[in-house]
């Protein structure tokens, strides 16, 4: 019952957070927490000055409480994660770090001013994403065959134009807290 409830209350919120963001990444967190204050909320009520009903009015609105805190963190936390400045730093943090590796030995730092166009302003043709990277034509095509490759950049044929993608195995560094069973991914495969 309690996760159909959750789930419910994930779709009342949907158009609200757009996607950007779920209160059940913060009730995931404070578990234990979310499971007493859930539990509180159906407690007798305690005396005569205590709700109307058979229910404790006062826990029902400490839980009340707790939730819109938990929403309120989720929102802050998801406007911080998707900072476009902060982005940007991110995307030059998982260039600079995959260069470094030699299981991705096209990944260069010029590609993050494009990266980071692509992401904010949309889709762009394959000609002008090379473009934007500004090294000789045979190297920006090797780099975007790799990140095509390695899905962070994503494209509906193989001629079309190019989209930003948040593959798993960059999360860790892309969005970092976020999903923390990123963090153990391997990106050595």
């Not at 400045?85 to 991110?90: C, G, I, S, V, Y």
């Not at 390695?150 to 993608?165: A, I, Q, R």
């Amino acid at each position: 019952m309690e996760q159909a409830c959750r789930l419910q209350t994930h779709c009342a919120l949907l158009p609200a957070s757009a996607g950007l963001w779920s209160v059940n990444r913060g009730l995931a967190r404070l578990r234990d927490k979310y499971y007493v204050m859930l539990a509180n909320a159906d407690s007798a009520r305690h005396g005569d000055l205590d709700g109307r009903g058979n229910f404790s009015e006062k826990l029902l609105w400490e839980w009340c409480e707790f939730f819109i805190e938990i929403a309120h963190d989720q929102v802050t936390f998801m406007t911080g994660m998707l900072c476009l400045a902060d982005l940007r730093e991110r995307i030059a943090a998982l260039m600079l770090v995959r260069s470094e590796s030699s299981q991705f030995e096209n990944y260069t730092k010029e590609a993050t001013l494009a990266l980071h166009h692509v992401l904010i302003g949309g889709p762009v043709s394959r000609g002008d994403f090379c473009q934007m990277i500004g090294l000789p034509e045979r190297s920006a095509r090797r780099v975007l065959t790799q990140l095509l490759k390695d899905k962070l950049l994503v494209s509906d044929n193989l001629k079309g134009p190019v989209s930003f993608n948040f593959p798993l195995d960059t999360l860790n560094i892309l969005l970092p807290n976020l999903y923390p069973e990123a963090a153990t991914t391997n990106t050595e495969l």
